[in-house]
């Protein structure tokens, strides 16, 4: 009777509440995952522009240098542009899981 009705009507609520509960749990936990990637793309955005000032700067030494600290120029200069690829490499390779992460993320919730 109108009890029955009464008690399904309830017991839906309450589980349409948990699903809904339980989504928003997932969102924030993924928005907090996004915003922590977001900085650690910010952070190596910084640490590339960093070592591309610095790779600027031995450049301008360079020029403006004696032979024997033209050497030691060249020798920072190469270990700049190596550690510059380095983190460019890394911060594409980040980019990439990121990129795989959110469209395994869509896929899923599409489904």
Do not use: M, P, V
Not at 4 to 29: M, T
Not at 30 to 42: G, H, V
Not at 99 to 108: D, L
């Amino acid at each position: 009777g109108a009890g029955e009705e009464e008690d399904r009507l309830k017991s839906r609520l309450s589980a349409e509440r948990k699903a809904a509960h339980e989504e928003e749990n997932k969102f924030q936990s993924r928005l907090a995952r996004d915003e922590q990637d977001i900085k650690d793309q910010q952070a190596r955005l910084k640490a590339r522009l960093s070592t591309e000032d610095e790779l600027r700067r031995t450049e301008s030494e360079l020029e403006h240098s004696s032979a024997k600290h033209e050497q030691e120029a060249r020798e920072k200069q190469a270990s700049l542009e190596k550690r510059l690829a380095k983190e460019e490499s890394a911060a594409k390779s980040a980019e990439e899981q990121l990129r795989e992460r959110i469209a395994a993320e869509e896929k899923a919730a599409s489904q």
